[in-house]
T-cell receptor, first 112, second 116 residues
Framework: GESVGLHLPTLSVQEGDNSIINCAYSNSASDYFIWYKQESGKGPQFIIDIRSNMDKRQGQRVTVLLNKTVKHLSLQIAATQPGDSAVYFC???????????FGAGTTVTVRA | GAVVSQHPSRVICKSGTSVKIECRSLDFQATTMFWYRQFPKQSLMLMAT?????????EQGVEKDKFLINHASLTLSTLTVTSAHPEDSSFYICSARKGVAQETQYFGPGTRLLVL
């Protein structure tokens, strides 16, 4: 079936370096994508979103890139900090009912 | 802001009992709320969509008689796990959609359920 998935389950990054988290999706009808950050024992926290009519969107220290040709989504975190350590999920939705499909999640660990 | 709360944050219960979890949107009205379940080291799995004033829509494989959902107002949805069993132990998370036109979902802090 169609689902949202992630290339790498874990990512270790040195503090201060940039992080790139990847996500592959297979539903060509997806038109809205969101990145969430989930810290241990907490609910997901909205980071940034992007619609299918865009290929790049920037926030504070974060950038989301969307490549619809290869159905690929990425989240770039600039100058990664210890507080960025968490599990990151991409999610997509394609229907008017706004149901989200979540990827498997990437665990990011920041080394001091 | 868009704050969603859940109560309780943790609950331990005996097998066979029922547990009610509340989800509230604190500073906005949510016409639609969603309930997810998350097992350790796994992703979020949508259980059901809760619409104010109407019956919830359950995802395939989710028993509606076991997971009762009530969306009594624009700021409150409840999930009741009936006759809980150890396999129902999980992290239950709700989310709320802010407004009719916005797709962004804001998540609650989650409720950890342990059934003994």
């Amino acid at each position: 079936g169609e689902s949202v998935g992630l290339h790498l389950p874990t990512l270790s990054v040195q503090e201060g370096d940039n992080s790139i988290i990847n996500c592959a999706y297979s539903n060509s009808a997806s038109d809205y994508f969101i990145w969430y950050k989930q810290e241990s024992g907490k609910g997901p926290q909205f980071i940034i979103d992007i619609r299918s009519n865009m290929d790049k969107r920037q926030g504070q220290r974060v950038t989301v890139l969307l490549n619809k040709t290869v159905k690929h989504l990425s989240l770039q975190i600039a100058a990664t900090q210890p507080g960025d350590s968490a599990v990151y999920f991409c999610a997509e939705t394609a229907d008017n009912d706004y149901k989200l499909s979540f990827g498997a999640g990437t665990t990011v660990t920041v080394r001091a | 802001g868009a704050v969603v709360s859940q109560h309780p944050s943790r609950v331990i219960c005996k097998s066979g009992t029922s547990v009610k979890i509340e989800c509230r949107s604190l500073d906005f009205q949510a016409t639609t709320m969603f309930w997810y379940r998350q097992f350790p080291k796994q992703s979020l799995m949508l259980m059901a969509t809760s619409n104010e004033g109407s019956k919830a829509t359950y995802e395939q494989g989710v028993e509606k008689d076991k997971f009762l959902i009530n969306h009594a107002s624009l700021t409150l949805s409840t999930l009741t796990v009936t006759s809980a069993h150890p396999e129902d132990s999980s992290f239950y998370i709700c989310s709320a959609r802010k407004g009719v036109a916005q797709e962004t979902q804001y998540f609650g802090p989650g409720t950890r359920l342990l059934v003994l």
